[in-house]
């Protein structure tokens, strides 16, 4: 039995985390926090929380995660995803625990053309990126146990995400524009909530101390995306495609950032479904039937 602390629960993959385990899970016992519960960037709190109650595995679903906003709040990005990352692995560190901790894409500059290995250098183009990197270089610092999963494209029923965000506007708007000069693939949070949890259940060596990639099968474009969730909810927009400079952001995001799925695949020994398969799940939790 494992004493268990989810951080930043109150995310989207927080809350799918906690639907996965609530439904699977009878051994371990779980702590569920957000920021009001265990604020990640106090150290003493973290360390406090970890001995009061035993926890032998913390998975970290905390981050700040508005890639725009990171550049103008440079200090707040950096203190969560890297130090607050930084107060985990060392307090895990500590207890001979292990940090089951979430990454991303955006560590890449998207200058391939052919899918990213864990392998890959990393070349962060924003603040968001360049502070999740400094998280994961803490982590693997600390010496504490870790795995740590690189996501892309996460969204969920829960939160702020770009398939709500397409949900609404289609609905909304005769025509829409989205870019197609960005290429990755959609996750289902739910999806990696299942393979978090699978690594909770083998908590076995070979497993651990790893960096691996975990999204949806298949690569599409923010474009594709967009023309799949207009036809899903079965609405009516024209869903055009444009150039990234339609939409002027303070930040550059990797025009190519489709992840290889093959070491996590073999390891777990699992099969991942194929994004517009996930994608259609998720509709369905929001109440939409669509086949
Ligand atoms: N979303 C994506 O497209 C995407 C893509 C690739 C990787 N990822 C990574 O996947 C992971 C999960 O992302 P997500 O989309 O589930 O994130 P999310 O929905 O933004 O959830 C993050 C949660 O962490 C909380 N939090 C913020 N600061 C905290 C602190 N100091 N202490 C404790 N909790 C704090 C947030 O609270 P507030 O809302 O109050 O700030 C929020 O509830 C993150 O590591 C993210 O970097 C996400």
């Known amino acids: 039995m494992h004493n268990i602390l989810v951080t930043g629960s109150n995310g989207q993959l927080g809350n799918e985390l906690r639907l996965v385990v609530e439904k699977k899970d009878n051994v371990n016992n779980y702590f569920f926090t957000d920021v009001e519960e265990l604020d990640i960037t106090n150290k003493n709190d973290v360390s406090q929380f970890l001995h009061a109650n035993n926890i032998d595995i913390v998975v970290n679903c905390a981050a700040y995660t508005n890639v725009d906003k990171a550049e103008d709040e440079k200090e707040i990005a950096d203190l969560i ?15 001979n625990g292990l940090l089951i901790h979430i990454s991303t894409d955006y560590v890449f500059d ?14 962060p183009l924003g603040i968001y990126g360049k502070t999740k990197l400094r998280g994961e270089n803490a982590i693997i610092n600390s010496g504490c146990d870790y795995v740590i999963i690189r996501t892309s494209w996460l969204y969920s029923s829960y939160g702020k995400n770009f398939l709500k965000t397409m949900q609404k506007l289609t609905a909304e708007k005769e025509s829409i524009k989205v870019v197609f000069d960005q290429v990755g693939t959609p996750t289902n949070a739910h999806d990696l909530a299942e393979v978090i949890y699978l690594i909770i259940q083998k908590n076995e060596k070979d497993i651990k101390n790893q960096i691996y990639f975990f999204s949806n099968e298949g690569v599409c474009s923010w474009f594709d995306f967009a023309v799949a969730i207009n036809e899903a909810f079965g609405h009516s927009c024209k869903v055009q495609p444009c150039h990234s400079e339609e939409f002027p952001s303070k930040v550059t995001r990797p025009s190519f950032s489709v992840l290889d799925k093959k ?3 073999e390891i777990l020994e699992i099969e991942i479904p194929h994004w ?16």
């Open 263 to 265: 070491k996590i695949k």
């Open 110 to 123: 998207g200058t391939k053309n052919t899918p990213y290995k864990e392998t890959d250098e990393t070349k």
């Open 81 to 95: 995803n890297h130090i607050g990352v930084k107060n985990l692995a060392e307090s895990c560190k500590d207890r």
């Open 276 to 291: 517009r398969v996930s994608m259609s799940k998720c509709i369905k939790t929001l109440g939409i039937i669509i086949d």
